[in-house]
């Protein structure tokens, strides 16, 4: 509710500030039903800017939902007519150009529903700032070029809040009247408002220490209410290893004495990167065998990886404004992917976030919402925090990774982190230090950066027996986008090979290559390979070089072939795919079909190739997601995809028991829990395994996943365990309520489980009706404030194809009207949660006219935040 009228702001309307904040002085005085915030800055006049002559520019300040409490300028209590509070900003006259601005502001943290800002989790104080949560604080020039530094005094009451955490070190500390205490911490890096942060809280914390390259002894430590402090070792281990893989690969090191997290239960987003005090939502922090599934231990890792590299890409280096967000995102997704894979299985890492872009970022690219990775223009920021801006911008700067090689690449982030250190900076700085620096040509590589979309890259080839010429023609174009009607053709870096009749690699030039990176930059070009002895079959795309969509009319021979000879496991992955995709589609068509003989037999053998990658080997045995489906259908009929998908699991199951079977139980043995990679790939493929052995329809089946419910050690096997009685074909319903119930005993005092616990009923296609969820909303341990059991319990059931589709449209009524009560609560998880209505257009006529109306409802509120209004107004 920021502003009567959303308005919409541009990036080429940037200015650079009138003023700037050369040192920012808090004194937070927190209390019970309020908190005193003084704010004593020092301001200054940009002498770079120009003036009208003799006068000095007023100076405009952020601030929101504040109360007023004093102002003075140099001393001076400033009357009415010399300040002006006019929606969101505060007006000061200006007298000097240098002076002292001291603001006192009453803030209710208590009442804060948004979580942005100060505001109180489970008894504790804690802040979100990014992106622009500060002016919920205090009035400042609340924007991510205006950066100062910053000490911070937090005064509380000792028993209820025994740690008071801000940014940078501890300098002065002590004892006041009426039990209450003080801290004050010193920041001595520069930084924008948004990466400030302030905890206060009875926490505990484990402690451990890391040595820097250049010898500087660094304090960790990992803070959380004392009930959940066995569980933060891993998120340890994992901070400890990014500290060094970030000395190592990057040549980053930390710059203060102390490092800490902080584990908070509600949170809007995962983690925020605030200067030496990162707050973390809980469930990416909290760990332990018994309550955390392998996948949980790998966020985690990835998180805590992704917020400390931070501390360069974003905190030394920030951005100049937030249309350059990917700037810090893009590049540090792509510097945690990096991470990951160097710690865990790299093919595996390449083939998640491959399938998650091209599942949720394409669709988003396919939207109302798309937008390219550095956005022209918002109404709301926080709607920018995309799958766009995040993980396509990972590839774009993957892509630079992969034209300039290693080497160069390194050289470029060196001058870049040289160049800009302390600034505030913009994604068109990156590229020209990427250039400068390698003495690549770029020019042409930046419409990534403007132009939104979903290249799409049309393969054709020709062979000539007479000559041995091999010719391979690659056509690209990009459809339309909101706003983009034309586009330019991209530099596309396509990893390239072929294969003979043998599955053998060929040379591709006279150096003998076997594997190539062409770099498309024509709307169409032709690469013509020599001395080919039978028509090659092309491995396209390698490792997903590139954020695009590759046509290229394989027959499915061909894939299965690609499937057991391609030596990039992306493509022998995708190879699967889409043979999965073709199988599926074609019973969504013709229902009453048998499903495709070649794709049963094919899966046959990937579970019988003992020689393969166990961890590969899981993520071909994946069917195409039903969401995935979804995006590659031109009209979707959510219940045919369903039952298609189904039917071809059920299939493959049914043909290969008892080699699945064979499998699990080799797979199937009792040892310590680690989250090590070898073990992860042995539990991901029994538990592949179980999944498929319980789409058979019998009884002995969902005996199995029972067992190994009852007697797992682990949360990964007990957790797979459940959601395969749950989607058993072989239907035992008492058995589904006394697992769900024993799930429910076992961990309902840990939050982050219970989380759980709703997503896997409400996203169930046999139990996740919305009389069901309605329900689960009235239960005990469910929480409307809480983000975490707001995505799991309505994001689930949202996600769930078959009832939230179902006819009639009670779903999206459901949805409709939980978006409108959330807006006055948190306007950022609305936005959020309402994304599927925003796909209505690609729905089959009916269904698409049900969404549709859910949206108009929406619409019609009064007072919409403008995170909502935006996303409503650009969907219909
Ligand atoms: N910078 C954080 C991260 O990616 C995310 C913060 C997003 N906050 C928000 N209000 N949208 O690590
Ligand atoms: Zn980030």
């Not at 590589?445 to 979309?453: C, P």
């Not at 799409?456 to 706003?483: N, R, W």
């Not at 068509?589 to 899966?603: K, M, R």
Request: net charge negative.
């Amino acid at each position: 509710m920021k502003d009567a009228q959303p308005r919409t702001i541009y990036l080429k309307d940037y200015q650079a500030p009138d003023y700037w904040i050369d040192t920012t002085h808090l004194t937070f005085d927190l209390h019970e039903d309020y908190a005193l915030v003084t704010s004593v800055l020092q301001m200054r006049l940009n002498g770079e800017k120009e003036f009208e002559s003799g006068t000095l520019p007023a100076l405009t300040l952020h601030g929101e939902e504040l109360d007023l409490v004093s102002l003075h300028r140099d001393g001076e209590e400033l009357e009415g007519d010399q300040y002006q509070l006019a929606k969101g900003t505060l007006i000061v006259s200006v007298k000097q150009p240098t002076f002292e601005l001291q603001v006192v502001t009453r803030i209710r943290p208590q009442e804060n529903t948004s979580l942005e800002g100060l505001y109180k989790s489970n008894g504790m104080f804690c802040t979100q700032c990014e992106a622009e949560g500060f002016r919920k604080i205090t009035y400042y020039l609340d924007r991510p070029d205006v950066m100062s530094v910053f000490t911070t005094k937090v005064i509380a009451s000792q028993a209820r809040y025994p740690v008071l955490l801000a940014n940078g070190n501890a300098i002065d500390k002590g004892e006041l009247e009426n039990d209450r205490h003080y801290v004050t911490w010193e920041d001595p890096f520069k930084k924008p408002s948004y990466l400030f942060a302030l905890v206060a809280g009875d926490l505990e914390c484990i402690e451990d220490r890391f040595t820097t390259m250049s010898g500087r002894d660094v304090t960790l430590k990992i803070f959380t209410e004392s009930h959940n402090i066995h569980k933060c070792d891993h998120a340890m281990v994992s901070l400890k290893k990014s500290m060094r893989w970030d000395e190592e690969v990057y040549g980053r090191e930390y710059d203060l004495d102390i490092f800490m997290i902080v584990a908070v239960d509600h949170f809007n987003m995962g983690a925020m990167e605030n200067k030496g005090l990162n707050i973390f939502n809980s469930s990416c922090v909290l760990a332990s065998p018994e309550t955390a599934t392998d996948a949980t231990y790998q966020r985690i890792e990835a998180i805590v990886a992704h917020e400390y590299f931070h501390n360069w890409s974003g905190n030394r280096v920030t951005c100049r404004d937030w249309f350059q967000l990917s700037l810090k995102e893009g590049f540090t997704v792509f510097r945690d992917a990096e991470f990951s894979a160097d710690m865990n299985s790299r093919g595996v890492k390449r083939i998640q976030d491959a399938s998650l872009l091209r599942t949720a970022q394409f669709a988003e690219d396919a939207g109302p919402m798309a937008h390219p990775i550095r956005p022209e223009s918002f109404i709301e920021i926080s709607n920018f925090y995309t799958l766009t801006v995040y993980e396509k911008g990972c590839e774009v700067v993957r892509m630079i990774h992969t034209i300039l090689g290693a080497g160069q690449f390194r050289k470029g982030t060196d001058l870049y982190f040289d160049r800009h250190d302390g600034e505030a900076a913009t994604c068109e700085d990156f590229v020209k230090a990427m250039e400068d620096a390698s003495g690549v040509d770029l020019t042409q590589f930046r419409h990534w950066y403007s132009q939104a979309g979903t290249p799409v890259m049309t393969v054709t080839d020709k062979y000539d027996a007479e000559s041995g010429d091999y010719h391979l023609t690659i056509a690209q174009s990009c459809p339309a986008t909101p706003g983009q009607e034309q586009k330019k053709p991209f530099h596309i870096p396509v990893g390239i090979a072929l294969l003979d009749e043998q599955g053998q690699l060929l040379p591709l030039n006279a150096a003998g290559d076997k594997e190539q990176v062409l770099s498309i930059k024509q709307s169409e070009e032709t690469f013509v390979v020599k001395g080919c002895k039978s028509k090659p079959l092309p491995s396209l795309l390698r490792n997903f070089s590139a954020p695009v969509r590759v046509r290229y009319d394989y027959s499915k021979d061909d894939l299965v072939f690609l499937m057991k000879h391609d030596t990039d496991s992306f493509n022998r992955w995708d190879a699967c795919q889409r043979l999965g995709v073709a199988a599926i589609e074609q019973l969504v068509e013709q229902p009453q079909q048998a499903v495709d003989p070649q794709l049963v037999d094919a899966f046959g053998a990937v579970i019988a190739d003992a020689a393969m990658d166990k961890a590969v080997k899981a993520e071909m045995l994946c069917l195409p997601s039903e969401a995935s489906l979804a995006e590659q259908a031109d009209v979707i009929q959510p219940l045919a995809i369903v039952a298609a998908r189904k039917k071809v699991k059920q299939a493959i199951a049914v043909a290969h028991k008892d080699a699945l079977q064979a499998l699990y139980n080799e797979l199937n043995h009792e040892r310590v829990y680690k989250p090590e990679a070898a073990d992860i790939a042995e539990r991901t493929l029994k538990n592949v395994c179980l999944g498929y052995l319980s789409a058979v329809n019998e009884a002995e089946c969902v005996q199995l996943a029972a067992k190994q419910y009852d007697d797992a050690s682990n949360m990964t096997d007990r957790r797979a365990a459940l959601g395969c009685v749950i989607d058993a074909h072989y239907r035992d319903e008492a058995l589904v309520e006394r697992l769900l119930t024993d799930f429910y005993d076992r961990y309902k005092g840990n939050s982050n489980v219970m989380d759980d616990w709703f997503a896997v009923q409400s996203s169930s296609a046999e139990l996740g009706t919305v009389e069901k969820v309605k329900a689960l909303m009235q239960h005990d341990s469910f929480d409307s404030t809480s983000p975490n059991k707001l995505r799991s319990l309505i994001g689930g059931f949202t996600r769930n194809m078959t009832h939230f589709h179902t006819a009639g449209g009670t779903g999206y009524e459901f949805l409709a009207d939980r978006v409108i009560e959330l807006d006055k609560q948190n306007p950022q998880v609305a936005s959020r949660i309402m994304t599927p209505l925003t796909r209505w257009k690609k729905f089959e006529p009916v269904t698409s006219g049900l969404m549709k109306n859910a949206l108009e409802r929406i619409k019609a509120v009064h007072n919409l935040s403008t995170d909502v209004y935006e996303v409503v107004n650009k969907s219909l």
